[in-house]
Structure formats: structure tokens, C-alpha cells
């Protein structure tokens, strides 16, 4: 199992103003995962985070507005940029620690509500 | 394009009986699906599994079954707890890939 701590749990912020999310892993793990649950959708993946390398997003997302790092193996931390009131939405973090998605663990989750 | 659908987006049962909650998926390349629970203000938990070389995954009071001719599972919890009442995703991947696609949730209440 994974323990996975996720911050902030939530944050009321400013349109044009960017957030940092910081996820946090009690162990070591090599991919990590960001996804957005905007209100009443599904999660969507935003992007995978490897260490050592650049993250892989998915269509739809891009470097500019969501930019990753990934010091370590086991933490990363996910930017939303120049936030408009349509990024407001649940942003979560997710590790697979057995490699292949038989059981992604997630943090709690960050509630942003831009205004 | 949603791969994977929940089409009821809520669903209410009495403490004890059956619950079933349906999920539909439209990509064949799947092979491995997952049920998670979601509370309010926690990330998503992971509930069941099931992949394609299978029809019936049981743990517990949860079952999930899988028919892949309809691309079809559904998730059975009997008998029902309050402690169920969450919001349930299906999700979906090709074994091997990490990707996990969602369905959009079913919120379940169980009435005491």
C-alpha cells in the first residue's frame, strides 16, 4: 500500500494568480499521476510524472498551464497557472506502486475554487 | 469520447439489500477494470478488480461481474451498510498500462 499525503486540501484563489499542489509518498514509487475531477465529470488524467524526465501529459493538457516537477521518487508537485474560474475543480494525485494499475492509491485530494 | 460510462448518477437502497451499480465501457482494448469509492473530502479508495479472463470477482459483500460481449460490469454490494453511502467509480485500463480511464460516478446512499 501507498499512504499519500496531498496539499493544500483546499484553496480559494485568485483568476490570473497560479497554485502549487505538493503530493507527498511514504514510499518510493516510480510514477506518479495528477488528475482533475471537475464538478459532476470524471477523473481525468492530466499528466504522468517520472522522475528524471519530463511528464507526459495528456490531450487537452499542456506544460505551459499545468507544469510538474519531480525531484524524487516520492514527491511532485502540480502548478495551475494563470487559473481562470474553469480550473476550479478536484485535483489528486495517484501512485501505482506495483507498476502496472492494479491498485492506484490516491491522495485526499485539493478543492480549488477559483474566483 | 467517454470510454467509460456510469449512466445512473445516483442510486438509493435500504440498509441491507442488494446494491448494484452498472458501468458500461465502449473501448475493446480494455482488459483490466476497478471499482473505487469515493468520500466526500478523501481521495478515491480502492474497492475491487476484475480483468478480462474473468466473469466474477468476489470479496466479501462485494462482487463485481463482467460481461465482456455487452463490455458491461457491474458491482454488487449485499447486504448493504450505511457505511457504503459514497460516490463509486468504475475505471477502466489495458493491463500493463498504467492509464486509468474513469466513468463519471454513482452516487450511492444506503437508507437506514
Known amino acids: 500500500s501507498a499512504v499519500i499525503s496531498q496539499k493544500p486540501s483546499r484553496d480559494i484563489c485568485q483568476r490570473g494568480t497560479s497554485l502549487t499542489i505538493q503530493c507527498q509518498v511514504d514510499s518510493q514509487v516510480t510514477m506518479m499521476f495528477w488528475y482533475r475531477q471537475q464538478p459532476g465529470q470524471s477523473l481525468t488524467l492530466i499528466a504522468t510524472?517520472?522522475?528524471?524526465?519530463?511528464?507526459?501529459?495528456e490531450s487537452g493538457f499542456v506544460i505551459d498551464k499545468f507544469p510538474i516537477s519531480r525531484p524524487n521518487l516520492t514527491f511532485s508537485t502540480l502548478t495551475v497557472s494563470n487559473m481562470s474560474p474553469e480550473d476550479s475543480s478536484i485535483y489528486l494525485c495517484s501512485v501505482e506502486p506495483t507498476g502496472v494499475s492494479t491498485e492506484a492509491f490516491f491522495g485526499q485530494g485539493t478543492r480549488l475554487t477559483v474566483v | 469520447d467517454q470510454q467509460v460510462k456510469q449512466n445512473s448518477p445516483s442510486l438509493s437502497v435500504q440498509e441491507g439489500r442488494i446494491s448494484i451499480l452498472n458501468c458500461d465501457y465502449t473501448n475493446s482494448m480494455f482488459d483490466y477494470f476497478l471499482w473505487y469509492k469515493k468520500y466526500p473530502a478523501e481521495g478515491p479508495t480502492f474497492l475491487i478488480s476484475?480483468?478480462?479472463?474473468?466473469d466474477k470477482n468476489e470479496d466479501g459483500r462485494f462482487t463485481v461481474f463482467l460481461n465482456k460481449s455487452a463490455k458491461h460490469l457491474s458491482l454488487h454490494i449485499v447486504p448493504s451498510q450505511p457505511g457504503d453511502s459514497a460516490v463509486y467509480f468504475c475505471?477502466?485500463?489495458?493491463?500493463?498500462?498504467?492509464?486509468?480511464?474513469f466513468g463519471t460516478g454513482t452516487r450511492l446512499t444506503i437508507i437506514p
Open positions: 476484475i480483468s478480462s479472463i474473468k
Open positions: 475505471a477502466a485500463s489495458v493491463y500493463g498500462n498504467e492509464k486509468l480511464t
Open positions: 510524472a517520472n522522475q528524471g524526465s519530463e511528464a507526459t501529459y
